[in-house]
């Protein structure tokens, strides 16, 4: 569905079903040059199981309008005004990758409206080296297919996303092109990559969270690695679920990553969080 | 398993979409004969029904092993998924109507295989779906063609059987321009020859009974999806594309482009038309092509060196009028050949016998080799006379826009020996002019 936020177009993608914000809401949001379509399935199962379901576009990526935010931060602020358009006090928050960052610091600055925090896909400080950042900046359809071969652990993942006969590493691709292709004030994967580089608030963000959190991590994850989580699972106090899967966690296992976001969204508040 | 790139095309071609079997560990891809596959439970089944998880259900739609065809010929394509069909034709007639319907119109090269030309001219016609034919190398009249009700332009990347090298960019420049995809059968290239996704085609499809299979073994066919066409922005221009941009009351009142971004195409293929017209291809038939794409690179290099061979030799003999060959500098393509098919133009191509249909009769005939049959893209060699088997139902003119003559032969090079290839044309070619 279209809606304004901070006077732009948004975008979000509804599961399948008209948003009801009477329902329990869990947002998701997608990591660098991605947008919701990573999400789908993920979000049409909670949407026609009692959820209100947001998978958002975010500024400047693909179907909401630019510009895009300068950080983590502004991204997060972004994201609970979303939530006041469409008039929800309270939700879950999910993102993988970037959107894992904007999802944690978003818990973080309004730590009583979060419901239930779910990092997919994330590590913390969540750096991109120069070698990357560079390719990006001058050459960003190589970065693209290097980030592509990164982000999978395997040429024949099943059943594959959304529905089998999708050659992950093509459909990744595409979309990583596309949304690039769909921001033409600026080099947007260099942007999202330093969006995410720059980020320094997270054990700080993480101390704040009040709700129940997980992680939700790809056992061969070469882009963020799962060995690099182990203060910010600390400071949160979260459940970590792994999935066989590298950094395309919801394209290559996607029935994984659902019973483990099913049981973090069931998840009740322990002592202390 | 990950690195800074791609995999080369023979890693792809042995390794993609298949894994040793989580089950029972075997190294390649099993043969799932299975119509249906086990819910885990009544929630699973509304799940998948519902396209919340993904999965098997029913062999029509997908199946273990014809998905592992998918995934490879997606990989080999650089496209971002497939439909496996029941025939290259299947494959065509899904990829026309998920975007075509009443009221619809292609425009379409005339050079094309007989079957496709009788699909679009005499068969869509009949369900209201217009195709205007223009010859492949006449960019002027491929524009002028677009009308306001076109939904597609369609060429092969060799037309068949004259070998007009097609301009993909330049025709997929023009169809981009109008906010058209560009659809194109690459049977008689495959993808070692050429991706024509890389030269801004939207859309390939092959007959993959011919070099994908490369045994004669099985028909089926394939759809592949780029996934580079923006169908939103292309629909919110024109309005042309609502099977994809607005919802389908037929399947969830799924707007496709919103469930995938760059899937959108093939997500609308499989729910609508694979679902409901049922052009399924057997497991079977994928299983024996799998067999047959591990070895393509081999395959394909063998018959381009081969058809080079023959078509040079037929070039000097007496009894030739022409050889259409864009390998040869006599081809009118040949440098449109040597821009985007560097590594060979195919091993099916024609040549114009002089004298009488008798004598065409007695040359085909003669060869010892070459078996007489429909078919192409064989391991091994073959020929046919076009003006009466495949072509047979088209008008003289509607030959001389493909370049047919009556005495017009095509040839399938296959794997043999080129040395015994020429010596069998040799001694058909004597028995010709005798």
């Known amino acids: 569905m279209k809606i304004t936020v901070q006077n732009q177009e948004a975008y979000a993608y509804t599961g399948g079903k008209p948003f009801d914000a009477a329902l329990p809401c869990v947002v998701f949001i997608h990591g660098a040059l991605n947008d919701h379509s990573v999400w789908t399935l993920l979000a049409r199962s909670l949407a026609h199981h009692g959820h209100g379901v947001l998978a958002v576009d975010l500024p400047g990526h693909q179907r909401s309008a630019g510009p895009v935010l300068p950080d983590v931060e502004a991204l997060a602020d972004w994201v609970w005004a979303l939530l006041d358009t469409v008039g929800v006090q309270q939700a879950a928050l999910v993102g993988h990758s970037m959107g894992s960052l904007i999802a944690l610091e978003a818990a973080s600055r309004q730590p009583e409206r979060a419901r239930r925090l779910v990092m997919v896909g994330t590590a913390y400080p969540m750096k991109v080296s120069e070698a990357l950042l560079n390719t990006a900046r001058e050459a960003p359809l190589q970065a693209i297919d290097m980030v592509n071969s990164f982000s999978h652990s395997t040429w024949a993942a099943k059943p594959s996303y959304p529905c089998p006969g999708t050659w992950l590493h093509g459909g990744s691709r595409a979309l990583m092109r596309r949304v690039q292709a769909s921001q033409t004030q600026l080099n947007l994967f260099e942007h999202d990559f330093k969006v995410c580089d720059a980020y320094a608030n997270g054990l700080e963000a993480a101390a704040k969270v009040a709700c129940p959190s997980s992680l939700i991590l790809g056992e061969r994850d070469q882009m963020t690695l799962p060995r690099h989580t182990s203060a910010l699972t600390t400071a949160l106090k979260a459940q970590v679920y792994t999935v066989p899967a590298g950094h395309a966690v919801m394209a290559e296992a996607p029935d994984q990553v659902l019973a483990a976001l099913r049981r973090s969204l069931a998840s009740q508040p322990t002592s202390g969080s | ?416 020996d080129a040395d015994d290839l020429i010596d069998d044309l040799k001694r058909a070619l004597k028995a010709a002019a005798k």
């Open chain 2, 1 to 416: 398993m990950p690195g800074h790139s791609d995999p080369g095309f023979d890693t792809l071609a042995l390794h993609a979409g298949a894994a040793p079997d989580p089950t029972t560990g075997a190294r390649v891809t099993p043969l799932h004969l299975s119509t249906s596959f086990v819910f885990e439970s009544a929630d699973h089944a509304a799940a998948l029904f519902n396209m919340e998880r993904a999965g098997h259900v029913y062999s029509r739609l997908s199946n273990p092993t014809t998905a592992v065809f998918e995934e490879r010929m997606a990989a080999l394509e650089g496209g971002v998924g497939a439909i496996a069909t029941a025939s290259g034709q299947a494959a065509l007639h899904l990829a026309i109507t998920t975007l075509c319907g009443t009221g619809s119109h292609i425009v379409s090269s005339g050079a094309l295989y007989g079957g496709s030309h009788n699909l679009l001219h005499y068969t869509l016609a009949r369900f209201g779906i217009e195709t205007t034919f223009v010859k492949p190398g006449d960019i002027d009249a491929w524009r002028a063609a677009i009308r306001p009700n076109t939904k597609l332009l369609f060429g092969e990347t060799l037309g068949n059987p004259g070998l007009d090298v097609l301009d993909i960019p330049t025709v997929s420049s023009m169809a981009h321009e109008a906010g058209l995809p560009l659809l194109v059968d690459s049977t008689l290239t495959t993808p070692w020859l050429q991706k024509p996704f890389e030269l801004g085609a939207d859309l390939v499809y092959h007959s993959a009974t011919k070099f994908l299979s490369g045994h004669g073994t099985v028909v089926g066919g394939v759809l592949v999806d780029s996934g580079a066409f923006d169908w939103d922005a292309a629909h919110a221009r024109h309005g042309k594309f609502p099977e994809l941009c607005e919802p389908y009351a037929g399947f969830h009142d799924m707007v496709f482009t919103e469930e995938s971004t760059v899937g959108a195409y093939l997500l609308r293929a499989r729910r609508e038309g694979l679902r409901d017209f049922g052009a399924c291809m057997s497991p079977h038939t994928a299983w024996l092509i799998l067999q047959g794409i591990e070895t393509l690179g081999l395959r394909m290099q063998r018959h381009v060196q081969n058809a080079q061979k023959v078509a040079e030799f037929l070039t000097g003999q007496p009894m030739v009028n022409r050889v259409g060959y864009p390998g040869l500098a006599t081809h009118r393509d040949h440098a449109l050949a040597q821009k985007l098919l560097p590594r060979g133009c195919g091993s099916v191509f024609s040549f114009d016998l002089k004298g009488s249909r008798e004598q065409g009769k007695r040359f085909i005939e003669a060869l010892k080799i070459f078996s007489h049959l429909a078919n192409v893209g064989d391991c091994r060699s073959l020929v046919i006379h076009p003006a009466s088997t495949t072509h047979s139902r088209m008008d003289d003119a509607a030959l001389a826009l493909t370049g047919i003559g009556p005495g017009t032969i095509r040839l399938s090079i296959g794997l043999e």
